[in-house]
């Protein structure tokens, strides 16, 4: 059979945004065919919809646009039918106008309209103002459909909008109607124990109002004390760490408007939760004392028997709340005795034993091999610091002086023999009581020698002549003598 076309493509005028139909048919069906628009291949997709049922064959093309018009083919091998298709524009227009809208305050406004083609840009405004998305304002737009969303109305937010599509515009006016303001829900009286915390709580009938709080005629200011809250509609005040003072009459004020309600703190008793502890401490440590009150702030004094202690060096005092505490340092024997904490007419007590520390030489004097001239170091130490000692050489009780110097840091103790002779060999001994120790010091003699001999001289007539010559060792008896005659000083000798 011969291939034609027996039904050719017919040229169409379509509006804008259908959907058009072109339609041919071949004289036998199954024949492969291409479409085209000029020498574009079409391809089937969203846009084009191609279908062939026997000889009948069909192309649409949905959503059209000026863009779409010109000549479109359908292709059979070398057959071609043509047709052309022209898309006559919509005219764009606001089919659905801005309305004018009455909303109350804080709440949200939609504004809508519609245009008669979608996916045209817009623009919004207030007044001569371009508006942007974010928290405040939320533009939509779907197809044709176009709204602005006003969230949070303030009086400020009341005037006139518009939706500007180009040169088309469309207009409404919002009137924000201002919400009347007043407590819903008003401050409670309370009742509340010393000590703890007080939370005032009330409510007003909008969020963002400006509010104080008093304390009688008294304006409160945030800090330690007093803590204050506003969350939208809801307002707080926190009263820490009541004391009786903070009883009285509160007020939360929103300009002309005021709740009151009173605090009535109740006073805790005082006493001692815990005791003092009596204590057994060795000599030279510190003692701890504690104890604790019922109640934070209260004035306290300590004291030893009848004696007020004050602190320093040897009393430490602290107060962290309601706990209490006295270290006493560096202990004696006299420390030991009854300790009192005193609260007014409050009293805990508790004692200390201190005791004695063993005298004993934990380091030992050291047997000493000194050379003559040197100096000696003895040393030796005690189990505790302060104790009065004495030096002895043999019997012989010594004394500080340039030959000998004694030295006690704390448990350390020193004995320095300066400018050693033989005669200071012997046994030497650190007394504290009965408690001794001893070593011995052996002095050992420096070998005489002249260790500088006598030099010839050759001296002028009348002149005065000097013969020198030095020792190993000091103090050594001499004589000088010209050859075997002994010399004697005089104006001639010296």
Same mark, same amino acid.
């Given at each position: 059979k011969p291939l034609y076309? +027996? %039904?050719e493509l !017919?040229? =169409?005028? @379509?509006?804008? /945004? #259908?959907? #058009? =139909? =072109?339609c041919c048919e071949l004289s036998k069906p199954g024949v492969a065919v291409q479409w085209k628009k000029g020498a574009l291949l079409l391809k089937p997709g969203e846009k084009y919809v191609m279908k062939q049922d026997g000889c009948e064959l069909q192309l649409m093309i949905h959503d059209l646009r000026s863009s779409d018009s010109g000549s479109y083919k359908c292709c059979a091998g070398t057959l071609v039918t043509t047709s052309s298709i022209v898309v $006559? /524009?919509?005219p764009l227009l606001f089919c659905k106008e801005l309305q004018n809208l009455e909303v109350g305050e804080g709440t949200t406004a939609l504004l809508s309209c519609e245009t008669s083609k979608p996916g045209v840009a817009v623009q919004w405004k207030k007044g001569a103002l371009l508006l942007k998305p974010g928290e405040k304002y939320e533009m939509k737009q779907d197809g044709c459909e176009l709204q602005l969303m006003i969230h949070d109305l303030r009086n400020s937010d009341s005037g006139s909008y518009k939706c500007c599509a180009g040169s088309l515009v469309t207009t409404g006016s919002i009137v924000v109607k201002e919400k009347p303001l007043f407590f819903c829900k008003e401050l409670q009286n309370l009742e509340v124990e010393e000590g703890t915390t007080a939370l005032f709580y009330c409510e007003l009938s909008k969020p963002g109002v400006v509010a104080q709080w008093k304390k009688g005629a008294l304006l409160l200011k945030p800090g330690e004390k007093y803590e204050m809250k506003q969350d939208g509609c809801e307002l707080q005040l926190k009263i820490h760490d009541l004391r009786s003072s903070d009883s009285g009459s509160y007020k939360c004020c929103a300009g002309i408007h005021t709740t009151t309600a009173s605090i009535l703190v109740k006073e805790k008793p005082l006493f001692f939760c815990q005791e003092l502890q009596n204590l057994e401490v060795e000599e030279g440590g510190t003692a701890l004392f504690c104890c604790e009150l019922s109640k934070t702030g209260v004035a306290v004094q300590w004291k030893k028997g009848a004696l007020l202690l004050k602190p320093g060096e040897k009393y430490q005092m602290e !107060?962290? /709340?309601c706990e209490l505490q006295l270290k006493i340092h560096d202990l004696k024997s006299s420390d030991s005795g009854?300790?009192? +904490?005193c609260a007014g007419i409050l009293v805990t007590t508790a004692s200390i034993v201190v005791k004695e520390k063993p005298l004993f030489f934990y380091k030992e004097l050291q047997n000493l091999d000194v050379e003559e001239g040197a100096i000696a170091l003895l040393c030796c130490e005690i189990s505790k610091p302060g104790v009065a000692v004495q030096? %002895? %050489?043999g019997a012989l009780l010594l004394k500080p002086g340039e030959k000998y110097k004694m030295k006690q840091d704390g448990c350390e103790l020193q004995l320095m023999i300066h400018e050693l002779i033989s005669s200071d060999s012997g046994s030497y001994k650190c007394c504290a009581g009965s408690l001794v120790t001893t070593?011995?010091?052996? @002095? $050992?003699? %420096?070998p005489l020698f002249f260790c500088k001999e006598l030099q010839n001289l050759d001296v002028e007539e009348g002149k005065t002549a000097l013969l020198c010559c030095e020792l190993s060792k000091p103090g050594i008896f001499v004589q000088w003598n010209k050859e075997k005659k002994l010399l004697r000083t005089g104006s001639k000798y010296e």
């Amino acid at each position: 059979k011969p291939l034609y076309f +027996c %039904k050719e493509l !017919q040229n =169409l005028e @379509v509006e804008e /945004g #259908t959907i #058009t =139909l =072109l339609c041919c048919e071949l004289s036998k069906p199954g024949v492969a065919v291409q479409w085209k628009k000029g020498a574009l291949l079409l391809k089937p997709g969203e846009k084009y919809v191609m279908k062939q049922d026997g000889c009948e064959l069909q192309l649409m093309i949905h959503d059209l646009r000026s863009s779409d018009s010109g000549s479109y083919k359908c292709c059979a091998g070398t057959l071609v039918t043509t047709s052309s298709i022209v898309v $006559k /524009g919509k005219p764009l227009l606001f089919c659905k106008e801005l309305q004018n809208l009455e909303v109350g305050e804080g709440t949200t406004a939609l504004l809508s309209c519609e245009t008669s083609k979608p996916g045209v840009a817009v623009q919004w405004k207030k007044g001569a103002l371009l508006l942007k998305p974010g928290e405040k304002y939320e533009m939509k737009q779907d197809g044709c459909e176009l709204q602005l969303m006003i969230h949070d109305l303030r009086n400020s937010d009341s005037g006139s909008y518009k939706c500007c599509a180009g040169s088309l515009v469309t207009t409404g006016s919002i009137v924000v109607k201002e919400k009347p303001l007043f407590f819903c829900k008003e401050l409670q009286n309370l009742e509340v124990e010393e000590g703890t915390t007080a939370l005032f709580y009330c409510e007003l009938s909008k969020p963002g109002v400006v509010a104080q709080w008093k304390k009688g005629a008294l304006l409160l200011k945030p800090g330690e004390k007093y803590e204050m809250k506003q969350d939208g509609c809801e307002l707080q005040l926190k009263i820490h760490d009541l004391r009786s003072s903070d009883s009285g009459s509160y007020k939360c004020c929103a300009g002309i408007h005021t709740t009151t309600a009173s605090i009535l703190v109740k006073e805790k008793p005082l006493f001692f939760c815990q005791e003092l502890q009596n204590l057994e401490v060795e000599e030279g440590g510190t003692a701890l004392f504690c104890c604790e009150l019922s109640k934070t702030g209260v004035a306290v004094q300590w004291k030893k028997g009848a004696l007020l202690l004050k602190p320093g060096e040897k009393y430490q005092m602290e !107060q962290d /709340g309601c706990e209490l505490q006295l270290k006493i340092h560096d202990l004696k024997s006299s420390d030991s005795g009854s300790y009192k +904490c005193c609260a007014g007419i409050l009293v805990t007590t508790a004692s200390i034993v201190v005791k004695e520390k063993p005298l004993f030489f934990y380091k030992e004097l050291q047997n000493l091999d000194v050379e003559e001239g040197a100096i000696a170091l003895l040393c030796c130490e005690i189990s505790k610091p302060g104790v009065a000692v004495q030096w %002895k %050489k043999g019997a012989l009780l010594l004394k500080p002086g340039e030959k000998y110097k004694m030295k006690q840091d704390g448990c350390e103790l020193q004995l320095m023999i300066h400018e050693l002779i033989s005669s200071d060999s012997g046994s030497y001994k650190c007394c504290a009581g009965s408690l001794v120790t001893t070593s011995s010091i052996v @002095v $050992k003699e %420096k070998p005489l020698f002249f260790c500088k001999e006598l030099q010839n001289l050759d001296v002028e007539e009348g002149k005065t002549a000097l013969l020198c010559c030095e020792l190993s060792k000091p103090g050594i008896f001499v004589q000088w003598n010209k050859e075997k005659k002994l010399l004697r000083t005089g104006s001639k000798y010296e």
